[in-house]
Antibody, heavy 116, light 107 residues
Framework: EEQLLESGGNLVQPGGSLRLSCAPA????????MTWVRQAPGKGLEWVST????????YYADSVKGRFTVSRDNSNNMLYLQINSLRAEDTAVYHC?????????WGPGTLVTVSS | DIQMTQSPPTLSASVGDRVTITCRAS??????LAWYQQKPGKAPKVLIY???TLRSGVPSRFSGSGSGTEFTLTISSLQPDDFATYYC?????????FGQGTKLEIK
């Protein structure tokens, strides 16, 4: 069964940084693009970033461009999202997901709370 | 960015009803559209991709149609497990976007 599990979410102050991780299981990670999607409390889904299978190309939502960096380690089967210069509006559950167009499965998410 | 507009935002229906949710794109996206179901506290799951292709394991009461800018998700006979929030998502452009969601409630 294909599964994803995120970690790294925490309470951080505005302007702070975090690195989120995503551990895949049940599929050949290096063969797939991967995507991060976030959901603010009580709100809808927002696409954040996509990275190609080799990591050679990355794509970002305008709302996070220049502050977030997606990366992957295909040798160790890990996906990352470095989030810097955090703002209150970045408060959300961050999900990683397999694929780049339609995405499935999704991990349960990790909560990032930005507050002083 | 391509804007995705779903309607209605909320839909009240009963078990056994046929329901339709609409998603409109601000420009043509061909058939590069997916539908997701999300239950409270859970991650979304894909139901349909490429506008009308049913994901393996998804019940056949779910169907999708449309192309260009207008799309629909239809549930032919609502079951208790179907009460959830539904999102459309375009993947025509690399700046992916989701609709704002449709919450399907029990009448």
């Amino acid at each position: 069964e294909e599964q994803l599990l995120e970690s790294g979410g925490n309470l951080v102050q505005p302007g702070g940084s975090l690195r989120l991780s995503c551990a895949p299981a049940g599929f050949t990670f290096r063969n797939y693009a991967m995507t991060w999607v976030r959901q603010a409390p009580g709100k809808g889904l927002e696409w954040v970033s996509t990275i190609t299978d080799t990591g050679g190309r990355t794509y970002y939502a305008d709302s996070v461009k220049g502050r977030f960096t997606v990366s992957r380690d295909n040798s160790n089967n890990m996906l990352y999202l470095q989030i810097n210069s955090l703002r209150a509006e970045d408060t959300a559950v961050y999900h990683c997901s397999k694929g780049s167009g339609w995405v499935d499965p999704w991990g349960p998410g990790t909560l990032v709370t930005v507050s002083s | 960015d391509i804007q995705m507009t779903q309607s209605p935002p909320t839909l009240s229906a009963s078990v056994g009803d046929r329901v339709t949710i609409t998603c409109r794109a601000s420009q043509s996206i061909s058939t590069w559209l997916a539908w997701y179901q999300q239950k409270p506290g859970k991650a979304p799951k894909v139901l349909i991709y490429k506008a009308s292709t049913l994901r393996s394991g998804v019940p056949s009461r779910f169907s999708g149609s449309g192309s260009g800018t207008e799309f629909t998700l239809t549930i032919s006979s609502l079951q208790p497990d179907d009460f959830a929030t539904y999102y459309c998502q375009q993947y025509d452009s690399y700046s992916r976007t989701f609709g704002q969601g449709t919450k399907l409630e029990i009448k």
